[in-house]
C-alpha cells in the first residue's frame, strides 16, 4: 500500500525534526494532500494510526489538509483551479499549462511538545 511507506518515511522526518528539536513528542503533524499526489486521505490517516505507535506520537494527531489542483497557463498567465481534470485554461483555453500546487504530499508542519526541564532551544537569536 502506498500510503503506508509514505507514512513510514512521514514518521522518520518527524522523528528528525523532533530530535533536532529536543522535542518529547509530536502534537499535531500536518499536511497538504492534493488530488494528483495519488494518495488517498482516508487510507493516510489509517495508515498513521496503524504504524505511529512510538512513545514520540503517543497520543498525536494527522490532520490532512486537501488541496485543490491549480495550475498556470503559459499563454495568458492566468492562474487557476484545475476541476474535473480539465487541463485547459479557464481564461483563454489553451492547454500549455503548468501545474502550481495539488500534485503532491507535503509536510507542513509539526507541532511538538517540549521535553520538561529543557530550556527551549533559541539558536542565533541572541
Do not use: W
Not at 68 to 78: D, E, F, N
Not at 93 to 112: K, M, R
Amino acid at each position: 500500500m502506498h500510503e503506508r511507506s509514505l507514512v513510514k518515511a512521514l514518521i522518520a522526518q518527524v522523528a528528525n525534526l523532533a530530535s533536532a528539536q529536543r522535542a518529547s513528542r509530536a502534537i499535531e503533524v500536518r499536511v497538504r494532500v492534493g488530488p494528483l499526489s495519488g494518495v488517498e486521505p482516508l487510507l493516510l490517516s489509517g495508515a498513521f494510526e496503524d504504524l505511529a505507535k512510538a512513545a514520540l506520537f503517543d497520543g498525536a494527531r494527522l490532520t490532512v489538509v486537501e488541496v485543490p489542483l491549480r495550475a498556470h497557463c503559459r499563454k495568458c498567465s492566468a492562474v487557476f483551479n484545475v476541476n474535473n481534470f480539465h487541463f485547459c485554461c479557464d481564461v483563454c483555453g489553451s492547454p500549455d499549462i503548468d501545474t502550481i500546487d495539488g500534485d503532491a504530499v507535503i509536510l507542513e508542519s509539526v507541532e511538538f511538545a517540549l521535553a520538561v526541564n529543557e530550556e527551549p532551544a533559541y539558536g542565533d537569536l541572541l
